[in-house]
């Protein structure tokens, strides 16, 4: 079973969303960059710190995710994705935990540290003693932990300001290997 289709479904339905109201605006008359100044002005005594979108990486979820992400302090990421198909299915499910170092309203940069758990099966067929099929069961072929700690940083300065693309590199353990291993996250904030 190929889950491309689906990642890529739910990284561009994120972009389109995040697009939308730059586009909304230019159709109306309206100056972005007027807009954009006007969000800012706005958004000087309070920072908008919530959000959903997409991550992807050992430690993300590799679906959709929703973050917290204020300004002082700490803050966190669950995500979690379930698909299925006829013949297989693919869970995951993330935490991470986000101690923020240095934050503006463009640029923000934090520890973090997390885990994940990443479970995978498959349909087989189900055989009596003379090899006949009687049915089908359900095996789990993958099922997996990683931890990880590392550095992120995350940015609006290169889309609409409601729109944080992270990049984090967490020193991670999974199977069986210590490595960098990076993720990223897109969020759009909705408070």
Known sequence: MNFRPAILLLFFGTLFAAFSSSLIAQEKGESVIQIRQSTYEEDEDTLRSTGIGVSFGVLGA???????????????????????????SYFKLSALYLYILSRTRLTCFYLLGGLSYKWTRHKED??????????????????????????????????????????????????????????????????
């Open 62 to 88: 590799n679906g959709f995710s929703f973050r917290q992400l204020p300004e002082k302090g700490s803050g966190y990421q669950l995500g979690g994705i379930y698909l299925l198909s006829a013949d297989k």
């Open 126 to 191: 189900a055989l009596d003693s003379a090899g006949l099929k009687i049915g089908e069961n359900w095996k789990v072929t993958t099922s997996r932990w990683a931890y990880g700690a590392g550095f992120g940083v995350a940015t609006r300065r290169l889309m609409h300001e409601r729109v944080w693309l992270s990049v984090e590199i967490p020193i991670t353990y999974f199977k069986g290997q210590l490595l960098p291993w990076p993720t990223a996250s897109l969020h759009y904030l909705l408070w």
